[in-house]
């Protein structure tokens, strides 16, 4: 399905970059490495898997997989929503967390499917965790009327205000861990670690 998908759209590697005999075989074979590796596949490791003559052909094998899988007018998430932020960015000393230097803020949103399961996520990132920033963020991904369950931080009332139930699972004053709180977006974002350092 996707390599259809990938010649239908035009998305598919033209001639150019690969040889004749070779399309149809590193095409697939570049797929099958993008889709089993969770930890992301560098360009680096399929030029040589492949025997590419340049980094520069893998690079764009991987960004054309990469941009197919974006998908435009996707419907909103719905019912109820697992909402945090973490910070994407390489291993520094210092301060973790909120305010962690030279990393970037993404804000991640989880369906939680009855009884269990999970279901659609989104992603975006964003400069600050501020009302206004996260109210934009649902507004854009989360259908109105659905339940966002948060991590109790302070921007989350006035972001969902009039719009989403709020129901705050309080870090801090539990006792325990944040992933054991809100498991759906600790999971993504593991994922979501991993795959980045595997890519980099």
Same mark, same amino acid.
């Given at each position: #399905?996707? +390599?259809?998908?990938?010649? *239908?759209?035009?998305?598919?590697? !033209?001639?150019?970059?690969?040889? *004749?005999?070779?399309?149809?075989?590193?095409?697939?074979?570049?797929?099958?490495?993008?889709?089993?590796?969770?930890?992301?596949?560098?360009?680096?490791? +399929?030029?040589?898997?492949?025997? +590419?003559?340049?980094?520069?052909?893998?690079?764009? #094998?991987?960004?054309?997989?990469?941009?197919?899988?974006?998908?435009?007018?996707?419907?909103?998430?719905?019912?109820?929503?697992?909402?945090?932020?973490?910070?994407?960015?390489? $291993?520094? =000393?210092?301060?973790?967390? *909120?305010?962690?230097?030279?990393? $970037? #803020?993404?804000?991640?949103?989880?369906?939680?499917?009855? =009884?269990?399961?999970?279901?659609?996520?989104? #992603?975006?990132?964003?400069?600050?965790?501020?009302?206004?920033?996260?109210?934009?963020?649902?507004?854009?991904? $989360?259908?109105?009327?659905?339940?966002?369950?948060?991590?109790?931080? *302070?921007?989350?009332? =006035?972001?969902?205000?009039?719009?989403?139930?709020? $129901?705050?699972?309080?870090?801090? =004053?539990?006792?325990?861990?944040?992933?054991?709180? +809100?498991?759906?977006? !600790?999971?993504?974002?593991?994922?979501?670690?991993?795959?980045?350092?595997?890519?980099?």
């Amino acid at each position: #399905m996707a +390599l259809l998908y990938l010649h *239908r759209e035009g998305l598919a590697h !033209h001639r150019n970059y690969l040889p *004749r005999h070779s399309d149809s075989y590193d095409l697939v074979v570049s797929a099958w490495e993008f889709c089993v590796d969770k930890g992301g596949v560098l360009a680096l490791t +399929l030029k040589r898997r492949l025997g +590419l003559g340049s980094y520069e052909t893998a690079w764009t #094998m991987l960004h054309r997989y990469r941009s197919a899988m974006m998908l435009s007018g996707v419907d909103k998430l719905s019912g109820t929503v697992e909402v945090d932020e973490t910070f994407l960015g390489g $291993v520094r =000393p210092g301060k973790r967390g *909120r305010g962690a230097l030279g990393k $970037v #803020m993404v804000i991640i949103a989880v369906e939680l499917k009855e =009884p269990r399961g999970y279901g659609r996520t989104r #992603m975006r990132v964003i400069p600050n965790a501020r009302g206004e920033t996260i109210k934009q963020f649902l507004l854009d991904n $989360v259908e109105l009327g659905s339940t966002i369950v948060s991590d109790g931080h *302070r921007s989350y009332p =006035p972001a969902t205000r009039g719009n989403y139930v709020n $129901v705050a699972h309080a870090v801090k =004053p539990s006792g325990k861990q944040a992933h054991t709180m +809100l498991p759906a977006v !600790h999971r993504v974002a593991s994922l979501l670690k991993r795959w980045f350092l595997g890519t980099n």
